[in-house]
């Protein structure tokens, strides 16, 4: 049976494990893939910014998306991120997903040269999907001035929308001001906006957007399917707060780090505590730090063994 490709709802986005090598370990992967699946994610996020993306090669990542594909994770449940500085990576990722099934890609803008106008962005953002030229090809941008230095402005997302109703279709919006997405919400119906922070979850709900795509959701998929499934019922302001406190617990420490480390202890998988540089895992004092923050929360990740 054809699965329908996800437009809304939990997304984790989802760590790499990484063997002895620093390689991609593909077998912790797919295992962890499904996982998040069975915990209530309605899709995955995959080589995303929680993914360490930016730091595989392009050959790399489209190996990561094999094997997924390989293991029977269907492609309708993933949005993997395609937005590379240099046009002809952003193409070749993005066609290779499309052709995997891909429920959508996430694409961050081109991010090195800066400050970029909006009509620079608009013509990379074409050149993309004109190079691609497939009908399938549904595009998520991806909003993180944080860290790309580039933000996605409303100006942009109309003139995307005006040029490319079918293929434009929403936006993970993590630069962590509820106003930008509820704006978002507003001045586009339609669009599928989602929050790449836990906190504004049930916000972003009540406001008419589409779900969440964060990092937390690798360890916390089921308090946050739990607030999607409930967000019009009178619990829905509890459960958004049971959220709240894993998501309050991790960002007081690096978030890739500490989600790694979580999944190290949880699992007693080692492949897990690694990263590639430049990021490198928490210290034995930051990593003990996190186990008493969360035990103070009485945290434990819902997973069965």
Known sequence: MTETPVTGGVLAAVLTPLDERLDPDLPTYIAHCRALLAEGCTGLAVLGTTSEANSFSVEERIGMLEAL??????????????????????????????????????????????????????????????????????????????????????????????????????????????ANMDGMCKAFPGFRVFTGSDAFLLDVLRAGGAGSITACNNIAAARSARVYAGWRGADADRLQSALNDVRRTVQKFPLIESLKEIMARATGRPAWRRLRPPLMPLSAKEAAELGAALDSIAFSLERAA
């Open 69 to 178: 594909a390989a293991a029977g994770i269907p492609g309708a449940r993933l949005i993997p991120g395609t937005g590379c500085c240099a046009i002809p990576d952003a193409v070749r990722l993005t066609e290779r997903a499309v052709a995997l099934g891909a429920a959508g890609v996430l694409m961050l803008p081109p991010f090195y040269y800066k400050p970029v106008s909006d009509d620079g962005l608009f013509a990379a953002y074409s050149e993309v999907m004109q190079k691609v030229g497939d009908a399938r090809l549904k595009v998520y941008l991806y909003h993180i001035p944080q860290n790309s230095g580039v933000p996605i402005t409303f100006g942009l997302i109309e003139k995307l929308l005006k040029a490319y109703p079918a293929t434009v279709v929403g936006i993970k919006d993590s630069a962590g001001a509820f």
